[in-house]
């Protein structure tokens, strides 16, 4: 009886462990990004996927605008309620990282079968490497040019297969498919006072052998003066001031601009939206012959340092790792590490980005990149509102600069 007692009770605890991990809730990982879900939303789709795989993981997704991104992290971290893994812009990592804020990977990394930072292309891997430690994982990158509608070209006399290759050809070319009757401008871009200023400000200035440490070297001044001179004649709408890349872009796709400064992640949009023939061109230089300069673009995937769920994170990290193969043709990133892209989407596109990433510079690597970058924004907008000229404008920047830099 003892026996048969003793049997019922192991057999009913079994039963019990069983019951108890079938009902288990599943562990839920809080994700934000900047994707929007129908573009399509690289996250979303990663989520969907890896939740497909692993049922006992939930990862609950929240989108956050670009423009709100630092305010929204710094509250996060200032409170405690930081999601367990995020996109981070890639000048920003090093910021996060020095705070402390984020999970050092390094140990994880070296016991994961599928990353090998050493693949990383350079440019992409020191954004997410702070004091010799590995914070976070690129999801891939991009970099800007100049798409241009080729039918436009031709309907104003101009040879599509010769696109701008200086600031002054881009200044006439835009000049001569401005069309203020039919609301079309000959440039859309992006001067708006966040990140994207600076970020498509940079290349400009650093083609000249300006930086952003060097931000009011006479080269940098010029880049200015030419964006000066493009808003004052009406060339590219005024909205450029106050509109992201998304929406500067919108207006190009909708024909209500020519040409367009924005990167490869437009192209999944375009895919859907653009009847005409869209073609891709470097950025042009001050003068031909000049060093060439675009800039690193897209973000890393991190995990915060006050993650319940590290374990569960990297393995989500992991995964979108092993998709890099697949990022250009479903979202138009350009991969982090070698890949080979089979009948790569928008071929002649891909060569283009894939040549300008060669040229492609990191912002930064700064702890206090977005100090830096607010006052690279601030003088942008006080030379195109005429508050003050681009020279003073950018030696105030400067002043700001070296007082962070130089600290």
Known sequence: MANFTKTLLLGATGVLAMTAAATAEPVELNVW???????????????????????????NIKRVEFADWANDVMR????????????????NTPFLSAKGALLDLTPYIADSKIVDTSKIFPGPLSSVTWDGKIYGLPRGSNTIALYYNADMFKAAGLDPDKPPQTWEELYETAKKLTDPAKNVYGLAFSANSNEEGTFQFLPWAQSTG???????????????????KII???????????????????????????????????????????????????????????????????????IFAKSKHPKEAFL???????QMPRVWNEFGFIPSYPVEAKDPKWAPQYKVFEESMKYARVRG??????????????AIQQAL??????????TTAQATIDGIVKK
Do not use: C
Request: aromatic share 8%.
């Open 76 to 91: 996060a971290v200032a409170t405690g309620t930081t999601p367990d893994v995020a996109y981070v812009d890639n000048p």
């Open 210 to 228: 300006a930086d952003f440490d060097h931000i009011a070297d006479d080269g940098a001044v010029r880049a200015l003066e030419m964006w000066q």
């Open 33 to 59: 990004t900047i994707d929007r879900q129908a573009d399509p939303g690289y996250n979303y789709v990663m989520a969907d996927e890896f939740m497909k795989l692993h049922p006992d993981i939930k990862i």
């Open 316 to 322: 989500y990290l992991e995964y979108m790792y092993s």
């Open 385 to 394: 509102t005429h508050q003050a000229d681009a020279k003073t404008a950018l």
């Open 232 to 302: 004052d004649e009406k060339l590219a709408s005024p909205d450029t001031l106050i509109r992201g890349q998304y929406d500067s872009m919108a207006s190009f796709n909708a024909q209500n601009a020519a040409m367009g400064i924005s990167g490869p992640w437009e192209l999944p949009r375009m895919a859907k939206d653009v009847k005409f023939d869209v073609r891709v061109a470097l950025l042009p230089t001050e003068k031909v012959g000049d060093t060439r300069a675009s800039a690193l673009g897209e973000g890393n995937n991190v």
């Open 365 to 378: 690597p700064s702890p206090d990149w977005a100090k830096i970058s607010k006052a690279i924004s601030t």
